[in-house]
């Protein structure tokens, strides 16, 4: 069974940074691309960063700069450092692995955690 939970989110003041951690269990290694994504209330889903199995990483365009993907294979782990949070960056925060590719498409990918909370405000 796949799982992945995250956690790290918080309430922090414009300008701020906050880690977010993605523990997976239930991955073949080496097989998976991981992702970051986020939804606001009334918003689609969004994606942010992927990170393909050879360990590139991709990032959207609205955090390019600002936020900075990761992994430590030892630990199953995935992280997401986020840096000058502005309130636009406000939403719930999930990571996902589709198997092999990265597809833009939130939709595509097939294993989801339940998601963790990050609010941005003063």
């Known amino acids: 069974e ?12 414009p300008g701020g940074s906050l880690r977010l951690s993605c523990v997976h ?3 073949i ?14 918003k689609d889903r969004e994606g942010l960063a992927t990170i ?7 990032y959207a365009a609205s955090v390019q700069g600002r936020f ?3 992994q430590v294979n030892a630990k199953n782990a995935l992280y997401l450092q986020m840096d000058d949070l502005k309130s636009e960056d406000t939403a ?11 597809p833009s498409d939130a939709d595509t ?7 963790t909370q990050v609010t941005v405000s003063s």
């Open 109 to 115: 990918y097939d294993y989801w955690g339940q998601g």
């Open 29 to 42: 290694s080496g097989r998976y691309c991981l992702g970051w994504f986020r939804q606001a209330p009334g």
């Open 2 to 13: 796949v799982q992945l939970v995250e956690s790290g989110g918080n309430l922090v003041q």
């Open 68 to 70: 900075t993907i990761s």
């Open 25 to 27: 269990s239930g991955l």
């Open 92 to 102: 719930m925060y999930y990571c996902a692995a589709e198997e092999y590719a990265c």
């Open 52 to 58: 393909n199995r050879n360990g590139y990483p991709t």
